[in-house]
């Protein structure tokens, strides 16, 4: 029988250094621990997306902006995985990369959170809402059309802060990163799926490594969970087929269950967002990575076939 290959100890993790990305790189070192026997130490990073606060991350280069620093540290054998938020991560990695694993989802929803109003429908007419994610402003055009949306930049704490200093009537951000940090009583209202599609992989952790290290991979996966992994392919399938790695609004929320996969999928026009919505539901069985993959492809081909393709900023 052949050794198993060897892994290297401690395990150097490559992470962002706000506090959301710190507790979710203590999580995982935790769990190393924990689950697998492994010793594993941080490696805090600023990042290009941390470092521009002051554009919208579709103006200066997109998603990859936050993850470049982490995998320079990977490759030049500073560190030996990264933890990323899911939907941080490009559609396609770079040649050498994989994914190991997919975490145990946290609450993919959408928060509203307001030191005055309840939910988005108690906002007062022209109320003043915080967000740079071009799929928020979409989505919530397509619930009221009389909102001003201003943009928000910045970590969790920052953004709250700007709220609580009455820069913004309400902001929105993922419920995740809110519940991960203890912070889950500033959530006034969590938008159903119905209302705001989330982000193909938001809330889930995944983890990223060298694909040579053979022994870390295999142990990773073992941390994986199937129902948040099949359905976060099928996610980022809908998001790479009409080109990811371009700035649009694009929504895909998909939730696995008993070997049925549910996946619901919107579109907004890249440069005109009071344009109206282009969405699809799919459902089908789902067994393996194969057909999730295979569900988010028809979605991004339904999604075109509706008249999305006008919608995108550049070729799919």
Request: hydrophobic residues 45%; aromatic residues 2%; neutral net charge.
């Amino acid at each position: 029988m052949n050794a198993a290959p060897s892994i290297s100890v401690p395990v150097v993790i490559a992470t962002r250094e706000s506090r959301l990305a710190l507790w979710q790189a203590e999580h995982v070192r935790d769990r190393l621990r924990d689950e697998l026997g492994l010793s594993a130490s941080l490696l805090g990073m600023t990042t290009k997306g941390d470092q521009i606060l002051d554009r919208a991350l579709s103006k200066v280069g997109g998603k990859g902006l936050f993850v470049k620093e982490l995998e320079t540290a990977l490759e030049s054998g500073q560190a030996h995985m990264a933890v990323h938020s899911l939907k941080d991560v490009p559609m396609e990695l770079p040649e050498g990369f994989v994914l190991a694993a997919v975490l145990e989802r946290e609450d993919p929803r959408d928060a509203f959170v307001s030191p005055h109003y309840a939910d988005v429908a108690s906002l007062p007419q022209g109320a003043c809402v915080g967000t740079s994610s071009l799929r928020r402003v979409v989505q919530l055009l397509a619930l009221r059309p009389d909102l001003r949306i201003e943009p928000l930049r910045g970590n969790l704490d920052t953004r709250l802060r700007k709220l609580d200093e009455g820069q913004f009537d309400a902001i929105v951000l993922a419920a995740a990163g809110l519940k991960r940090l203890g912070l889950g009583e500033r959530i006034r209202s969590v938008f159903t799926p119905e209302q705001m599609i989330p982000a193909a992989g938001q809330g889930a952790l995944g983890l990223e490594v060298r694909s040579s290290s053979a022994g870390l991979l295999a142990a990773l996966q073992r941390l994986a969970h199937l129902p948040s992994a099949l359905a976060t392919q099928a996610e980022r399938e809908v998001s790479r087929r009409l080109g990811g790695s371009c700035s649009m609004p694009l929504a895909a929320h998909a939730v696995w269950h008993n070997g049925q996969m549910t996946l619901n999928a919107a579109l907004g026009h890249a440069t005109q967002p009071q344009q109206p919505l282009v969405k699809v539901a799919l459902q089908a069985a789902v067994a393996d990575a194969d057909a999730a993959l295979a569900l988010g492809r028809q979605a991004a081909e339904a999604l075109l076939a509706q008249g999305g393709q006008a919608y995108l900023p550049c070729s799919a």
